[in-house]
């Protein structure tokens, strides 16, 4: 069973309508489930975000296009022999590796745009899978129960009352609901790094540039 007792997209929407106990909010209601959804995904990890795709590296071209719905890459695998592990890094970085690496296959990236850069650009036409942060199917009347929901059916419930508060310009309620909301995104976060780490301590590589959020690990 979900938190709060709310199974399923139908059910909360009908707990969100009975707490802001309005009848004009019906029609608004799945917009403020959506824009709550995108505030988790963004600011929270969680096991239908992990996704992967593949594709094959072209020779000398140091880019690659991400997929659609990305929100953060994680490392790329290429499949050579023995696999080689690409993962982010700033643009600095990856500027000192492309001055110091001559090799055939690349060793760091970097985001650009809607585009992944290597260094060094590859020698090799190998295949490559790309670890990715994605979005999750949203909840909808057609889509009616997902991860997030059987995790945090609280979570989006005060994410939703928030808007709703916000949109209503109901200050003291926003802010009571704010709290909850802040509350529980934490507890989730919390529970899917341990799932990620197995409990471990979080690590920070120093090359990585201000405000990026990927997988830590080592360059090679």
Not at 5 to 11: D, L, P, Q, R
Request: proline fraction near 7%.
């Amino acid at each position: 069973m979900s938190d709060g007792g709310i199974e399923n997209y139908t059910e909360l929407v009908q707990a969100i309508e009975d707490q802001m106990a309005r009848n004009d909010i019906i029609d608004r209601i799945p917009r403020w489930i959506q824009l709550t959804e995108l505030d988790i995904i963004r600011d929270c990890r969680i096991a239908d975000s992990d996704q992967v795709t593949t594709g094959t590296l072209s020779i000398t071209d140091p880019f690659i296009n991400l997929p659609a719905g990305i929100i953060a890459p994680r490392h790329i695998e290429i499949q050579s022999t023995p696999l080689r592990t690409v993962t982010i890094v700033s643009l600095k970085k990856r500027s000192d590796v492309l001055e110091n690496d001559v090799g055939n296959l690349p060793r760091v990236m970097t985001q650009v745009g809607n585009q992944l850069y290597f260094a060094p650009a590859p020698k090799t036409a190998e295949a490559y899978q790309l670890f990715y942060y994605g979005k999750p199917p949203p909840l909808s009347p057609s889509n009616p129960t997902n991860l997030l929901l059987d995790i945090g059916a609280d979570l989006l419930f005060y994410g939703a009352l928030k808007e709703g508060a916000s949109w209503a310009g109901d200050l003291e309620r926003k802010l009571e609901f704010m709290g909850e909301y802040v509350a529980k995104k934490e507890s989730v976060k919390r529970a899917y790094f341990r799932q990620r780490t197995g409990g471990g301590v979080l690590r920070v590589r120093p090359d990585f540039a201000p405000g990026d959020v990927h997988d830590q690990g080592s360059v090679g």
